[in-house]
C-alpha cells in the first residue's frame, strides 16, 4: 500500500497474477513432484539458501536509516518504513519456513494416505511457486538498501557548509508549507 487509503494497483495486480499462477502451478504438475525426492530436494535446497539470504537482508535494513536520521524527531518519523520494510522481509521468510515445513510434512505422510499426500504435494508445489515469484522482488530490495547505506555515508561525509545550506533549505520548505 501507497499511503493511507491509498490502493498501489501494480503491488495488487502483481500479488493477483503470483496467486493464480501458483494455484495453476500446484493443481497441474503436482504429478510431477509425487515420488520425485529430488524435485523436492532442490526446492528445499533453493529455500534454505533464500531463507539465510534474507535473513541477511533483513539486518540490513535498519542501519540506513539510523546513519541517515539526524535526530530523534526523523527517527520517529522513519519507524513506520522500517516497520514495513521488516515486515515484508519477515513474511517473506516465514513463507520460506512454511515451504520446508509442508516439504517435510509430505515426507512424514504415510503413503497410505494418498488423497492427504496430494493435498500436501498441490500445497507445496503452489507455496513454492508463489513464494519463488514474490522472491525476484529481493533483489530490488537490497539494491535499495545498498544504496539507502550510501547516500546515509555521502551525508555523514557532507562538508558542514553544505549541510548547513540543506538544512537551511529544508527549513524554508517546512516554513512554505
Known amino acids: 500500500m501507497s499511503g493511507a487509503g491509498n490502493t498501489d494497483w ?5 500479488l493477483i497474477g ?13 504429478p510431477a513432484v509425487a515420488d520425485n525426492k529430488d524435485a523436492v530436494n532442490t526446492v528445499v535446497t533453493i529455500f534454505s539458501i533464500l531463507a539465510g539470504f534474507l535473513i541477511a537482508v533483513i539486518t540490513f535494513v535498519a542501519e540506513p536509516i539510523l546513519k ?34 509442508l516439504a517435510l510434512a509430505m ?13 500436501l504435494q498441490m500445497a507445496f508445489l503452489s507455496l513454492a511457486t508463489f513464494v519463488f ?23 555523514a ?10 538544512q537551511e533549505a529544508e527549513r524554508a520548505t517546512r516554513l512554505q508549507n
Do not use: C, H
Request: aromatic share 12%; glycine share 4%.
Open 10 to 14: 501494480v503491488r495488487l495486480v502483481k
Open 18 to 30: 503470483a496467486v493464480a499462477v501458483s494455484l495453476y502451478v500446484g493443481y497441474r504438475f503436482q
Open 68 to 101: 541517515q536520521a539526524t535526530d530523534w524527531n526523523e527517527l520517529q518519523k522513519m519507524k513506520d518504513t522500517v516497520r514495513r520494510k521488516l515486515f515484508r522481509q519477515k513474511i517473506l521468510f516465514f513463507l520460506y519456513l512454511l515451504t520446508l515445513g
Open 107 to 119: 515426507y512424514l505422510t504415510p503413503k497410505e494416505m494418498v488423497d492427504v499426500l496430494r493435498w
Open 133 to 155: 515469484l514474490a522472491s525476484f522482488s529481493l533483489p530490488g530490495s537490497l539494491t535499495r538498501i545498498q544504496m539507502e547505506r550510501y547516500d546515509a555515508a555521502l551525508d
Open 157 to 166: 561525509s557532507r562538508p558542514p557548509v553544505v549541510s548547513a545550506a540543506k
